[in-house]
């Protein structure tokens, strides 16, 4: 299985940003997927996860509201909309995919199998 993280940036806070993560392998819907992110000189956390099915969505409290976590299983993509981007959203944006047989979300990186390149966003006047 492969994932690749695109559509980062350079952006003004309170932009827009939409990530991708394309994967390829496997059988999609049996993935759920996350995005997490690592600034320099922190750890990286968790932002967004989305199940199976697409019904249910996991996101950081920092990002709720702003955020949107989605899936397209016939592109077998998953996006994260980000609204009202702050100084403080600049990261490496990674993407995980998790073979599970569980239609919940996880926020635990561990659960993940599957890692993307990550991608870089950066928020700044």
């Known amino acids: 299985v492969q994932l690749q993280a695109s559509g980062g940036g350079l952006v003004q806070p309170g932009e827009s940003l939409t990530l991708s993560c394309a994967v390829s392998?496997?059988?999609?819907?049996?993935?759920?997927v996350g995005w997490f992110r690592q600034a320099p000189g922190k750890e990286r956390e968790f932002v967004a996860a989305?199940?199976?099915?697409?019904?249910?969505?996991l996101y950081e409290d920092s990002v709720k509201g702003r955020f949107t976590i989605s899936r397209d299983n016939a592109k077998t993509t998953v996006y994260l909309q980000m609204n009202r981007l702050k100084p403080e959203d600049t990261a490496i944006y990674y993407c995980?995919?998790?073979?599970?047989?569980?239609?919940?979300?996880?926020?635990?990186?561990?659960?993940?199998?599957?890692w993307g390149q990550g991608t870089q966003v950066t928020v700044s006047s």
């Open positions: 989305i199940s199976r099915s697409g019904k249910d969505q």
């Open positions: 392998g496997g059988t999609f819907a049996s993935y759920r």
């Open positions: 995980a995919a998790d073979l599970s047989i569980f239609m919940t979300t996880t926020n635990r990186d561990y659960d993940y199998d599957y």
